[in-house]
């Protein structure tokens, strides 16, 4: 069954820049659109990025568009999001996942914790 682990979130200033990755394991990525999802306190879980898997259509929201990019490594079985010029309103907990539809298409892991503030 495919697995997917998140890492790179931290605490960053307003205007700052993280990397996130999301590495699968007991199967390979390449077969799969990926997407990145954020949950913050009291709200809902949002898509906010989805990449397919020939790497030829990619979807940000409107709130992360032109700040974030998401990319994917299939060699690596890696999807990144870099995400550039941070506001506090992307505080959250980020998830990667398959996408079926607008929604994540497996189980939710512990996702990483992106915390934006000065």
């Known amino acids: 069954q495919l697995q997917l682990v998140e890492s790179g979130g931290g605490l960053v200033q307003p205007g700052g820049s993280l990397t996130l990755s999301c590495i699968a394991s007991?199967?390979?990525?390449?077969?799969?659109?990926i997407g990145w999802f954020r949950q913050a306190p009291g709200k809902e879980r949002e898509g906010v990025s989805c990449v397919s898997s020939r790497d030829d259509y990619t979807y940000y929201s409107d709130s992360v568009k032109g700040r974030f990019t998401i990319s994917r490594d299939n060699a690596k079985n890696t999807v990144y999001l870099q995400m550039n010029s941070l506001k506090p309103e992307d505080t959250a907990i980020y998830y990667c996942?398959?996408?079926?539809?607008?929604?994540?298409?497996?189980?939710w892991g512990q996702g990483t914790q992106v915390t934006v503030s000065s």
């Open positions: 007991g199967s390979t990525l390449d077969n799969y659109t």
């Open positions: 996942n398959t996408v079926d539809g607008r929604q994540g298409g497996g189980p």
